[in-house]
């Protein structure tokens, strides 16, 4: 078996050696016509990969600026190296704790080498985001929905790894991943607006109630205080009387003491106690 594999490849490069002679014959016999046909040009983020009666020629890909190619038995395919933009269709994805949201994407990608490229799969670029898109819903799919809504970087940063990892081996570098929108159902996004307000309320709720506490802890001290002191409690009348003057000047507020009020009460009692 070997010894006639040897010959099969005996045979096919001498025929090989034929055909290019004969190549080489047919350019010098229609000089300066075949240099137009032979001699191409690649941009500067371009490549050429090269095919020679079906096989790769020594060297990678050509470019970028001119380069020869033999007519008949050669042929080529252009590589182009910019970076591409891939927006990745909406996808319907059931998370981990079974919720349906709908997650698109962006992918950043571009050709690293142009020979694996052509060589190892037949569209890297259409293989490429196929993956991308299997790649998004698995791994939405191995999350909850609040790690999805609140962790959007650390997801981007491992669809990425996995992207890059997955299409090395076709000549391909994902350069980003970024996840553009989440979308929720409806219900869910009133049951959610729904149960932030309950929370908000509640918590309002909370700091209204310590806030009293601290106010009722506060007037028993300033109590104590006034108390303790009756001429404290003529200061505070003064105060509020300069206060209530500074902010409405034609408001003129005397305060008059209950002890007063009851002492009349009780001489008006008197009187007619002895009429």
């Excluded at 380069?67 to 970076?83: E, G, K, N, Q, W």
């Excluded at 059931?94 to 020979?115: E, I």
């Excluded at 669809?159 to 409806?186: C, F, H, N, Y």
């Excluded at 505070?236 to 209950?258: C, H, M």
Aim: glycine fraction near 4%; proline fraction near 3%; hydrophobic fraction near 45%.
């Amino acid at each position: 078996m070997k010894n006639a594999e040897d010959d099969t490849n005996g045979e096919a490069s001498t025929c090989g050696r034929i055909l290019i002679f004969l190549s080489w014959v047919l350019v010098v016999l229609t000089m300066p016509f075949s240099l137009l046909v032979c001699f191409k040009v690649v941009q500067e983020y371009e490549r050429a990969v090269i095919f020679r009666l079906g096989r790769l020629m020594q060297g990678g890909a050509k470019g970028p600026g001119i380069f020869f190619i033999l007519p008949c038995i050669d042929a080529y395919a252009r590589v182009d190296l910019r970076t591409r933009t891939y927006d990745v269709p909406p996808q319907e994805v059931l998370t981990k704790d079974s919720v349906t949201v709908s997650v698109d994407a962006v992918v950043y990608y571009r050709v690293s080498n142009a020979t694996v490229s052509i060589a190892n799969v037949e569209n890297a670029h259409h293989s490429t985001r196929l993956l991308a898109q299997t790649t998004l819903r698995n791994t939405m799919g191995t999350r909850h929905l609040h790690e999805i809504l609140s962790e959007r970087m650390t997801i981007s940063g491992s669809m990425q790894l996995s992207l890059d990892e997955a299409t090395e081996a076709w000549g391909i570098k994902v350069e980003r991943v970024e996840i553009k929108d989440v979308r929720l159902p409806v219900q869910l996004q009133r049951a959610m607006a729904a149960e932030a307000e309950a929370a908000r309320e509640a918590r309002a709720k909370v700091i209204a109630a310590e806030g009293e506490q601290k106010a009722s802890r506060a007037l028993r001290e300033a109590s104590e205080v006034i108390g303790d002191s009756p001429a404290a409690l003529q200061l505070r009348y003064l105060q509020t009387l300069n206060t209530i003057s500074a902010e409405k000047n034609s408001t003129i507020v005397f305060p008059l003491p209950i002890d007063i009020l009851t002492y009349f009460m009780k001489s008006k009692e008197a009187f007619q106690a002895n009429q």
